[in-house]
C-alpha cells in the first residue's frame, strides 16, 4: 500500500501561472482534504470532499479550486497563483468523519 | 467560529522529565486528535479521542480529552530525545466535517 500519494513534490511558479496539484489515495477512503500549512499557523483547510463527485470549501478557499471525479484522487488546482500561495500543500484521507486522517508527503510550492 | 490554541507552541525540555501539552477549543465538539509532526516531513496520527473522559495512551505519551472544559492534554512522561518533534491538536467542527488544526507545539528534548 502506498498511503496517500502527492504529484509534484516540489513547484516553482510566477505570478498568474496555472498549475494543478495530484493526490492519490490506495485506502479506499471516502473522505479526503487539502490544506496548506505556513510557519506558525498550523494546517488549514481549503477544500474537502465527503464522497466520489463531492467537494465543499473549507477555512480559506478562495484562488483554489479542487475535482473529486474518482474516488481515489482529489485534485487542488490554481488558476492564477499567487505569491500569498507560496506554501506547503498537504493532502489526507480518512475512512470517514470518526477516524484519523492519513497525509500524504506534502507539496512544496513557491510562487515568485 | 471554532478556535482551536495549544500552549505552549514551544517547549524545550531536558530527557526524563515530564509535561503536559495543553489544547484548548472553543466550541462543541466531540472529536480531537492528535498528530506528530518531524521537521521536514508529514504528519502522522497519535491519538483519536472520541468521547469525554476519553484516556488513550501509547508509550511514552498520553492524552485525554474532557469535552465539558473543551480542553485536551497531552502528557509526556520521562521525555526521550525521540519525542522531539512538532505536536498538533486537531478538532472536528461538532456536526460537521471541517477539521481546525491548533498552532503546534514545538518541543526538544535535549540529551
Known amino acids: 500500500n502506498a498511503g496517500v500519494t502527492q504529484t509534484p513534490k516540489f513547484r516553482v511558479l510566477k505570478t498568474g501561472q496555472s498549475m494543478t496539484l495530484l493526490c492519490a489515495q490506495d485506502?479506499?477512503?471516502?473522505?479526503m482534504y487539502w490544506y496548506r500549512q505556513d510557519p506558525g499557523m498550523g494546517l488549514r483547510l481549503i477544500h474537502y470532499?465527503?464522497?466520489?463527485?463531492?467537494?465543499a470549501k473549507g477555512e480559506v478557499p478562495d484562488g483554489y479550486n479542487v475535482s473529486r471525479l474518482k474516488k481515489q484522487n482529489f485534485l487542488l488546482g490554481l488558476e492564477s497563483a499567487a505569491p500569498s500561495q507560496t506554501s506547503v500543500y498537504f493532502c489526507?484521507?480518512?475512512?470517514?468523519?470518526?477516524?484519523?486522517?492519513?497525509f500524504g508527503p506534502g507539496t512544496r510550492l513557491t510562487v515568485l | 467560529e471554532l478556535k482551536v490554541e495549544q500552549n505552549p507552541l514551544f517547549l524545550s525540555m531536558q530527557e526524563g522529565k515530564n509535561y503536559t501539552i495543553y489544547c484548548n477549543y472553543s466550541?462543541?465538539?466531540?472529536?480531537l486528535y492528535w498528530y506528530r509532526q518531524d521537521p521536514g516531513k508529514s504528519l502522522e496520527s497519535l491519538f483519536v479521542?472520541?468521547?469525554?473522559?476519553a484516556v488513550k495512551q501509547e508509550g511514552r505519551l498520553m492524552a485525554s480529552l474532557d469535552t465539558k472544559a473543551r480542553l485536551s492534554t497531552l502528557h509526556i512522561t520521562a521525555a526521550v530525545h525521540d519525542l522531539s518533534a512538532t505536536y498538533f491538536c486537531?478538532?472536528?467542527?461538532?456536526?460537521?466535517?471541517?477539521?481546525?488544526f491548533g498552532a503546534g507545539t514545538r518541543l526538544f528534548v535535549k540529551a
Open positions: 489526507a484521507s480518512s475512512r470517514d468523519a470518526y477516524n484519523e486522517q492519513f
Open positions: 485506502m479506499n477512503h471516502e473522505y
Open positions: 470532499s465527503v464522497g466520489e463527485g463531492t467537494t
Open positions: 466550541t462543541t465538539s466531540d472529536r
Open positions: 479521542l472520541l468521547s469525554n473522559g
Open positions: 486537531a478538532v472536528d467542527m461538532s456536526g460537521g466535517f471541517k477539521t481546525i
